[in-house]
């Protein structure tokens, strides 16, 4: 994403996920495919790695399909850990870390978006999730004190950042030493076009924010942490393939997970 402020990104992304959270529409609700940047429908969500009882577990309108893995699968979370979601959007990622964590466990969802606060907020409400808690803010700036978590999740969101290296940073700092991420993003797997590259449409459905894993290593690696793993999984190269049909986005983005720890 070349020659945009980092304010006209963030006014873009704040926009379009504040439409999706007021509209209670599932996945990106581009006017081309219903299923850009992800699907709610089980199918699609299961081709991401989440299990059927996963995907009954949660209050209904929580799954908003706008993710494109499941960090949950990578996170091994145990009872009694403190759980960030970086962008928990309607508070899917949440819940079910809320069930691995249990009651002497608490999570933390941070979304710089208003209305999916708002929308989260309800949805733990009518699930009656006491060791969940929902917070307004940045990424790149959390809400969240010093050495907080032990693991941190994320689900197709730090790709949405104009500022990639500041979130690192700060997920570092809210690690508690021997902290872990389990993360679920888009990465790049080849040069964008331009005309791809530069489209702040693109970039607010998952598609031109992504960086290569080198990138991201490398800004993992000037935070501070340990211990890094980038997988790609190819298998969703089907799924990205129809989030915008047409422009062949799965020739350029894979989802992968990322692991790393906080020494």
């Known amino acids: 994403m070349r020659n945009k402020h980092p304010e006209e990104i963030r006014t873009t992304v704040l926009q379009r996920y504040g439409d999706l959270a007021k509209g209670g529409s599932k996945g990106c609700g581009c006017t081309v495919s219903p299923s850009c940047c992800g699907s709610s429908s089980p199918s699609a969500s299961e081709a991401l790695g989440y299990s059927v009882e996963e995907l009954s577990s949660v209050p209904e ?89 032990d693991v941190i999740i994320s689900n197709c969101v730090i790709n949405l950042s104009p500022d990639k290296q500041s979130v690192f940073q700060e997920a570092y700092r809210i690690l508690k030493p021997g902290g872990r991420l389990a993360i679920s993003d888009v990465v790049a797997t080849a040069s964008l076009p331009p005309e791809l590259r530069d489209d702040l449409q693109l970039l607010s459905r998952c598609i031109a924010g992504a960086v290569t894993p080198e990138e991201i290593t490398g800004m993992l690696q000037r935070a501070g942490f340990r211990e890094i793993r980038i997988q790609l999984q190819e298998s969703s190269r089907e799924v990205i393939k129809e989030w915008i049909p047409g422009i062949n986005a799965q020739d350029y983005v894979v989802s992968a997970t990322i692991e790393a720890v906080k020494p």
């Open 61 to 149: 309108g929580s799954n908003m399909g706008l993710g494109c893995g499941n960090p949950q699968a990578i996170a091994a979370l145990k009872p009694g850990e403190t759980v960030v979601d970086l962008g928990s959007g309607g508070g899917f990622d949440c819940f079910l870390a809320a069930a691995r964590v249990g009651k002497s466990g608490r999570v933390i969802g941070v979304d710089m978006t208003p209305e999916m606060v708002n929308r989260a907020r309800e949805n733990a409400r009518q699930g009656d999730y006491t060791n969940v808690e929902f917070r307004l803010g940045e990424i790149e700036h959390l809400p969240v004190a010093d050495n907080t978590a």
